[in-house]
């Protein structure tokens, strides 16, 4: 009997834990972020539910996703956006029967930011080049693809300033490698009056 009270104390103690911190997630009193700009919910089926929060602190804008369930509540900080982030044209992919989240929103003048989250481990997803490793990347473009058919790989284009930067852009191919994209090659190309595009290399 003893032992029975115990074990219902226990649950009655976590379950009440989940719900308070569920409800700060959403009214944002969890953590010093700042001041809770806004709470956008993301519904993404058998990928799961999630808060998508945006914080002022100063002149800095911080974003923090966040996923609760009855044991956890889990965040995460995303980098490199500004006043507006979503999700991107095709929320929710799956790389090796793992469920990834890809989060974008445009920042500067004419820039696109882009995040992509493994839900499995709730961790962000590097991109590497031979420079560093960085867990969001930018297309100043725009231009932003992701092919999920084998060879996977990522497409991005930035403007050439070198050339006409209204037409003229530097595409970058990004492989997925099993933990992180990871650069491949460049080339040049022209986008022509039709919008289609020619390669320069």
Request: proline share 2%; net charge negative.
């Amino acid at each position: 009997m003893k032992k029975r009270l115990i074990i219902i104390l226990i649950v009655i103690v976590s379950a009440s834990v989940f719900v308070l911190e569920a409800l700060k997630l959403r009214s944002g009193q969890t953590a010093d972020f700042g001041e809770l700009i806004s709470t956008t919910e993301l519904t993404l089926g058998d990928a799961g539910n999630y808060l998508l929060q945006k914080y002022q602190n100063g002149y800095d804008s911080i974003w923090i996703l966040s996923e609760s369930n009855f044991w956890q509540v889990k965040r995460l900080r995303i980098d490199g956006f500004e006043d507006l982030a979503a999700v991107c044209s095709r929320p929710t992919f799956q790389i090796d029967s793992k469920n990834f989240l890809c989060l974008s929103g445009y920042v500067g003048a004419h820039s696109e930011n882009v995040v992509m989250v493994e839900l499995n481990k709730f961790v962000p997803i590097a991109f590497a080049d031979d420079e560093n490793i960085g867990y969001n990347i930018i297309s100043d473009a725009p231009y932003f693809v992701f092919n999920t058919a084998s060879p996977r790989k990522l497409i991005v284009d930035m403007r050439n300033y070198d050339k006409n930067p209204l037409i003229d852009s530097i595409r970058s191919y990004y492989k997925w490698n099993g933990m992180r994209f990871v650069f491949d090659k460049s080339e040049e190309i022209t986008y022509d009056e039709k919008y289609s595009v020619t390669s320069s290399i």
